[in-house]
């Protein structure tokens, strides 16, 4: 998880306890003896201890599945916004960062081209591909312009005048539960055209920024605050920046691409495993921390800003559908069909990310399970293709481990596969 993150983000905290010299303070005079200064000789004293929320067991088992891939998995337990799994690949083992050879080893790992340094799980931005279609769902319930019954075609996509925002071969019309369990483009395109277009608003850019304002109540587009250093905000963009990109006569057809989490639209793992939890809660979430417990701090509200529960602008009614469909996607039919845990009810859905870098990237946020769910997960898996290729079996056996500590997994040839794949 990269701890010294964590020593960073505490320290000037922990040094606030009256009487307290913190372990970092003893690196002073690591390796190199005693200072000679005496105003520096202390006897060295332990500081409080840091409780975090992450599972041992959850995290080394998602440190196999994810071997020989780039990507980033995040969990979190959705009542406390605790994270249970932070993990991180390429990786680097923190031990080799101590003593004489520090910088030596540092300025290798900066140096390689795999880049084992950098925090992909809050750092690295990326299209959320298909995941967003659930957020957008929510939004055009709320603005009245998508039912549960509503139906949509498709004809291979979507296509208006010159535009075209193709879409898999899939059976329809669809209602709302078959276009999330299916994941059908040209069904999102109309629901993006229908609320930003709306005749209430009378003008797109008033539609659009409706839009925004729900979007940034799910936390997209700023700091979710998590007790890490250097989290991204990701990027939902303003009409301004729509404006600058666009010129000042775009319309909805302009920016259709951003119906299915494409365009300028860029979320972290973090947050997408956060869209993840708040679709659990059924509209509401706590900031993600991955510290549970810091001894000695009793009174100084250190955790206060994460026992402060946030609320999206959906109201908690419009969740049930959306649900009903994220929990069709594992099972035959759906488009994660195969990767499901047998006696275990998982609502996923996938997301298969353009990528102008490379192949795509294979995206997949869940949640179990149904009712009174106990993990949200994200996984990323860079240039990994289809959601359902990687980024679903990873996930759905890590939520099968940690709801059924202990017990071996029903799905052996798929572990197998994942702990022995390499995707160059």
């Given at each position: 998880v990269g701890i010294t993150g964590i020593e960073r983000y505490y320290e000037?905290?922990?040094?606030?306890?009256k009487g307290v010299k913190t372990v970092w303070q003893d690196r002073t005079y690591t390796e190199r003896g005693v200072v000679q200064d005496t105003q520096f000789n202390y006897p060295s004293t332990a500081g409080p201890d840091v409780i975090s929320s992450l599972d041992f067991d959850l995290q080394e088992y998602g440190r196999l599945l994810l071997n020989g891939k780039k990507g980033s998995i995040v969990a979190i337990e959705p009542r406390t916004g605790e994270v249970i799994a932070f993990i991180n690949n390429p990786d680097y083992d923190p031990n080799t960062m101590v003593g004489r050879e520090r910088a030596k080893t540092f300025k290798s790992l900066l140096r390689d081209d795999q880049k084992p340094l950098y925090n992909r799980a809050v750092k690295g931005i990326y299209p959320p591909g298909s995941t967003f279609k659930t957020v957008m769902a929510l939004i055009a319930m709320q603005e009245g312009v998508l039912s549960p019954e509503t139906t949509h075609g498709c004809a291979g996509g979507y296509r208006l005048g010159s535009i075209r925002v193709g879409c898999h071969p899939h059976g329809g019309p669809l209602d709302l539960r078959g276009s999330i369990r299916i994941s059908c483009n040209s069904y999102y395109c109309q629901v993006f055209r229908d609320?930003?277009?709306n005749p209430k608003y009378g003008d797109v850019k008033l539609g659009y920024a409706a839009l925004e304002k729900h979007l940034r109540s799910f936390g997209l587009g700023s700091q979710l605050n998590i007790d890490l250093l250097g989290e991204s905000r990701g990027n939902i963009p303003s009409v301004a920046q729509l404006n600058r990109r666009h010129g000042d006569r775009w319309k909805s057809s302009t920016v259709i691409s951003l119906s299915i989490g494409q365009g300028e639209i860029l979320l972290t793992p973090l947050q997408i495993c956060n869209v993840a939890a708040i679709i659990?809660?059924?509209?509401?979430?706590?900031?993600?921390?991955?510290?549970?417990?810091?001894?000695?701090y009793k009174d100084t509200g250190w955790d206060r800003k994460y026992k402060i529960k946030k609320f999206t602008t959906i109201n908690p009614t419009y969740f049930a559908t959306i649900i009903d469909g994220m929990s069709d996607v594992a099972k035959p039919g759906g488009t994660a069909n195969g990767t499901g845990i047998t006696d275990i009810e998982i609502c996923a859905k996938t997301g298969t990310a353009q990528n102008p870098h490379g192949k795509d990237h294979s995206i997949y946020m869940a949640f179990?399970?149904?009712?009174?769910?106990?993990?949200?997960?994200?996984?990323?898996?860079?240039?990994?293709?289809?959601?359902?290729?990687?980024a679903a079996p990873i996930a759905n056996l890590m939520i099968e481990k940690y709801l059924k500590p202990g017990v071996e997994t029903s799905k052996p040839a798929m572990e197998e596969r994942l702990k022995t794949s390499v995707i160059k």
């Open positions: 000037k905290q922990i040094r606030g306890i609320i930003i277009d659990a809660n059924r509209g509401w979430y706590y900031a993600p921390h991955l510290v549970k417990k810091i001894d000695g179990s399970p149904k009712d009174n769910p106990k993990i949200a997960i994200a996984v990323l898996v860079e240039n990994g293709g289809f959601g359902a290729t990687w």
